[in-house]
């Protein structure tokens, strides 16, 4: 088994959202995501797909785009992104997925030897932040905390991320304390588009091995990280 990464697959099957006003490099996304996808994975591989699933704003709406996922190669494993407004309560989304799809919320999965866990995260609060953005990360820290701690000890840890853990300079942060006091190997995160991409970070960092993973930045290839 191998594990992939691709985030942000902003798919709309069910709403008037297409991606390519956005840019050309989203043009035809999801036909390219389809065959460089159903090329590059096998059916016993496992993807994670950290965030900003699907447009549709309600679960039913989003249920087309789920299914456009189950019938993709391998088993996927999905984190709510902050466009993720369909990702009601966690047992409806898991009744609502294909059988090859599964949800990571405030826990982990084990994959063979591999615990997959994480959250969504939110941008590192500067000292001039809202208190609302500072409730918002505190939040986050601790579901990704629940995540950490529920994981075997017998196994490699992998977590997803849909916001990057560092702050603008790949600086330290709360979240990548976390990740190195739990002994997390692989992390990846996505979120950043365009221009943005310059401010992504894939490399290995205090023991942690970072992947961005962002569709638009990967060509909408998925990228093997194990």
Request: hydrophobic residues 40%; glycine residues 6%; aromatic residues 10%.
């Amino acid at each position: 088994m191998r594990i992939f990464a691709i985030g942000d697959l902003h798919l709309s099957f069910s709403c008037d959202k297409p991606m390519h006003v956005f840019g050309s490099a989203w043009e035809n996304h999801v036909e390219r995501l389809e065959e460089s996808w159903q090329r590059t994975v096998l059916p016993e591989d496992t993807v994670l797909i950290p965030g900003d699933i699907s447009w549709a704003m309600h679960l039913p709406d989003a249920a087309a785009d789920l299914a456009f996922i189950g019938r993709l190669n391998g088993t996927k494993l999905l984190l709510r992104g902050n466009h993720d407004y369909w990702w009601s309560s966690l047992t409806q989304v898991r009744r609502a997925l294909p059988p090859s799809v599964y949800a990571i919320q405030n826990d982990a999965m084990r994959i063979g030897g591999y615990a997959i866990g994480g959250t969504r995260l939110w941008n590192p609060p500067a000292p001039q932040s809202a208190p609302e953005d500072q409730k918002i990360y505190a939040r986050e820290l601790a579901r990704l905390e629940l995540s950490l701690r529920s994981m075997p000890e017998d196994c490699e840890r992998l977590v997803m991320l849909h916001f990057p853990p560092f702050d603008e300079k790949h600086g330290d942060t709360p979240a990548t304390e976390l990740l190195e006091r739990y002994g997390v190997r692989h992390a990846v995160y996505a979120h950043l588009h365009g221009r943005a991409h310059r401010a992504a970070y894939t490399g290995e960092k205090n023991g942690v091995q970072y992947t961005f993973a962002a569709a638009d930045y990967l060509e909408f290839v998925p990228k093997q990280i194990v």
